[in-house]
């Protein structure tokens, strides 16, 4: 069992990607952010002022469009 799920860690892609709308950007070079369910963090990054932007591992990569979305609960 620990040797298919060390295969299968090693496959799987760690780094973790997300999208999420900046509330403020502060002067250390840090900005708030906040996830489409409510909670929100501070990453590393100040290149983006204002929209969306994509967030991996806990830094600004880029800005992310602002799309519609809907959530489905099941």
Request: without cysteine; hydrophobic residues 35%; glycine residues 8%.
């Amino acid at each position: 069992m620990s040797n298919t799920l060390n295969r299968l860690g090693s496959v799987l892609d760690k780094t973790q990607r997300t999208i999420a709308n900046i509330v403020t950007v502060n002067t250390n070079g840090t900005t708030l952010v906040e996830y489409s369910d409510s909670s929100q963090s501070v990453v590393l990054g100040d290149s983006i002022q204002t929209g969306a932007v994509y967030v991996e591992n806990g830094r600004i990569v880029g800005s992310a469009p602002t799309l519609p979305y809907t959530e489905i609960e099941v």
